[in-house]
Structure formats: structure tokens, C-alpha cells
């Protein structure tokens, strides 16, 4: 199938190459004359494992291209729509901006029998709102929102866990899912759910999914504020209650916290569109589960103080991490950063190193130090602190060699990933998030 895909960021990029790669025509459509030069020209314009290879094959093999122009769309049976919907400057509502405007710019190059197909996370009846537009084209909307993990979105997007689709009712509807199962046909093939439900539910599913992550990761961090003053262990405590079937063991790391560009603007964009429908109270706890995840970053500042005798003031400390999770270069809303930010604010010298996601910190934050080898961002450090879980740091460095390097011997496990009693027995002093 001829497929065109608008917006090539994180979510565009991955999807335009991966309908590549399972043999459909796509070409991706963009505003941004960088990226899209960059895509064109074969190269990923942020690192996420897997894409470059198929980015490369699908260019290649004349599947895949890149262009600003949209008329380029016209003649595409599928149209994705995959721009951004950031929270809104001053509030918490989602930035429709980007939708709209990709919406808009599409409409008077769609073809009667087109599907435009949604993947933005939206607020719930933007759907609603916008398929009258797109009917008046002859096209039909759907809502066939993503369900990626960074750092995995290739795999998420080649062989997904299940398939969502939003559809109108009756025949159009009907129709207009055959043509999505017929654009994922190796995934329905083999068996991946594909659930067929109305515009409002597809748009929640993914929302209500973000906001259930979060909540379960808050849970678990706000039970690592209760064996903070009583002595137990917060893993070990994970480690037991996710023996239990209902509840399971992921996600139940307790550390540092989310960030990235999901999961928090998500959870507060569905907070707001509860108020704007009247009922706020039904999600009021989305509030909470956001203020315990910016209270673990408050406490991993004062664990670091602390441990290094009530200031920071001139003291060396080693950040170990920017990517707001390991396997991405995002740094968007990165606990690692806001950590690295706030400890350089209070008169440390703080370097930060990461395999990945310097280039873009640097840009972000660039009163920060950046030193991209491990071993010598550590080199006369007095306090380490580990903020994102790459294995080049929680399985790769040996305690031992690292007390070499250091100055200090203080280490803050951000992320619970290191093993304590190693890192203890070689001397360091080594303080968890709700470990004793």
C-alpha cells in the first residue's frame, strides 16, 4: 500500500520506516527542512535502537522518502498523522497546535476513500471534533493510537502487543478498519489483537494506559517514602508484592522517577480534559501520582547533600545519565537533567556523561560540564550519582576500578540498579532510594 506519514519525530520517523520495512511505499512528510534532509539522506535524526538499519534498507530499497511538501501525500491510501501534542505554556492541557495544523495543511490533498488515521496522543473527543473535516473530503478518519516504548519502538511498532482502532460507526467504519488490518497484515496474521471500537475509547486507551503506568510507578515510589523513615526495603518489598499475579513485578522500580515526553505531560493533559468535562474528581489522583514522581528528584538533591555533609557548594560530582531512561537520546523532561541542573544551582561542579544523549543536554543545558568517556567524567569526582540505568553503568562498571577514579567514595543509586553490598564492600558509601 502507499501509505504518507506527517510529522517525522519520535513517533513519525519510527513508523514511516518500520511500514517500510514490511513492504508498504511510505513517504514521510514534515515542516522541519533539517530533519527531513537528514532523514532523506539516510540518517536518523535521534538514536533509537534499530532505526538506522531500517531507515538505511527502506531508502534503499525505494520504499521510503522524506519530503516538506505535502502534496507529496496525495495518492497515499493511509494517511498517519503523528505530530506532537506538548502540554500548553502555562497550563496542563495538550497542545492541539500541531494536529490541527497538520490536519488542515492534508485536507485539500485527500481523495474520496482516503483513511487519515490519528497515532497523536490527544485528549479525548478530538476525534470527534475533527472528523467532520476530514468527511467533507470524501476521506474517513480513525484513530489508531501508538503504544511505543523508547528505546523498543521499532519492535513496539513491527510486532506491537495489540492494535487499536478507533472507528465511525456502520459501514465506513467497517471498511475503514479492513484497510488498517490490511497495513499491519504481518501483526494481524499472527495473531496481535486488533480491537475495533469508537473514537472516544481509542482515545482513551492510550491515555488511560500512560496514566496507569505512572500511577504504578508513583505507588511504589511513594511506598519508598514510608521505608525511608521505617527501615524496610522498598525492592525487596517490590520483590514480594510482584510475586502476586494482579500486581506484577514491572514497573515497580522505585527511584528517581518518569519523565521523557509521555507519561508526564500525558497524565497532566488528561487531568485537564477531566476538569474541561466535569469530572476532575474522577482522576484527581493523577495530581498526586505527578507530585510524588517530583518529589523522588527532590530527595535524590537531598540524598546527594546530605551524604556530602549538609552542601554541595564546590564539591565534584559525576552524574551518570541524561537520557530520561537508557536506550534514547530524549531528554525530554529527564529526571537525570533536572537532578544534574538543580545540584549546579546550589555550587556544585557537576559533569554529566551519557552514551547517547550529550549532544542534546548540551544544547539544553550547556553551564553543565559534558565528558562522554565514563572513566574520566568519574576521575576526581567526591560524590557519583547514578540517574539513568544504562548497563554501561548499573552492569559495566566494577566498584572497585571506579574507587580508582574518584575522589570520594559517596554513591546515590538513582535508579536502585546497582548492586548494594558490592558496591559497599569496596569501600563505597552507598545510599539507595528507600533502601536502608
Known sequence: MRLSVIGCGYLGAVHAAAMASIGHEVVGIDVD???????????????????????????????????????????????????GTPQQKGGYAADLTYVNAAVDALLP???????????????VGTAADLAPRVSATGATLV?????????????????????????????????????????????????????????????????????????????????????????????????????????????LGAGI???????PKDIRAFSARAEELGRGESVAFLREVDEINLRRRDHAVTLTIQALGGSVFEKNVT??????????DDIRDSPALDVAVRLHGLGAHVT?????????????????????????????????????????YRRELDPTHAKTLTRGTIIIDGR?????????????????????
Open 33 to 83: 527542512q533539517a530533519k527531513v534532509e537528514a532523514l532523506a539522506s539516510g540518517r536518523a535524526p535521534f538514536f533509537e535502537p534499530g532505526l538506522q538499519e531500517i531507515l538505511t534498507e527502506g531508502i534503499s530499497a525505494g520504499r521510503l522518502r522524506f519530503t516538506t511538501d505535502m502534496a507529496d501525500a496525495k495518492g497515499a491510501a493511509v494517511h498517519f498523522v503523528g505530530v
Open 109 to 123: 490533498h485527500l481523495s474520496p476513500g482516503d483513511l487519515v488515521a490519528g497515532k497523536s496522543t490527544v485528549p
Open 143 to 251: 484513530w489508531n493510537p501508538e503504544f511505543l516504548r523508547e528505546g523498543f519502538a521499532v519492535q513496539d511498532t513491527v510486532d506491537p502487543d495489540r492494535l487499536v482502532a478507533g472507528v465511525p460507526h456502520g459501514p465506513e467504519g467497517e471498511r475503514a478498519a479492513e484497510i488498517l488490518r490490511e497495513v499491519y497484515h504481518p501483526s494481524v496474521g499472527k495473531g496481535t489483537p486488533f480491537i475495533v471500537t469508537d473514537y472516544a475509547t481509542a482515545e482513551l486507551v492510550k491515555v488511560a494506559a500512560n496514566a496507569f503506568l505512572a500511577t504504578k510507578i508513583s505507588f511504589i515510589n511513594a511506598m519508598a517514602e514510608i521505608a525511608e523513615v521505617t527501615g524496610a526495603d522498598v525492592t525487596q518489598l517490590a520483590d514480594a508484592i510482584g510475586h502476586d499475579a494482579r500486581i506484577g513485578r514491572r514497573f
Open 257 to 263: 522517577g518518569f519523565g521523557g515526553g509521555c507519561l
Open 319 to 328: 552524574v551518570l545519565g541524561a537520557a530520561f531512561k537508557p536506550h534514547s
Open 352 to 392: 554529566v556523561t551519557d552514551p547517547e544523549a550529550i549532544t542534546n543536554a548540551k544544547n539544553i543545558h550547556p553551564q553543565l560540564t559534558y565528558i562522554h568517556d565514563r572513566d574520566e567524567a568519574l576521575t576526581g569526582a567526591d560524590a557519583v550519582i547514578v540517574v539513568t540505568e544504562w548497563d554501561q
Open 416 to 436: 536502585n540498579c546497582l548492586d548494594a553490598t558490592a558496591w559497599r564492600n569496596a569501600g563505597w558509601t552507598y545510599h539507595g532510594m528507600g533502601r536502608p
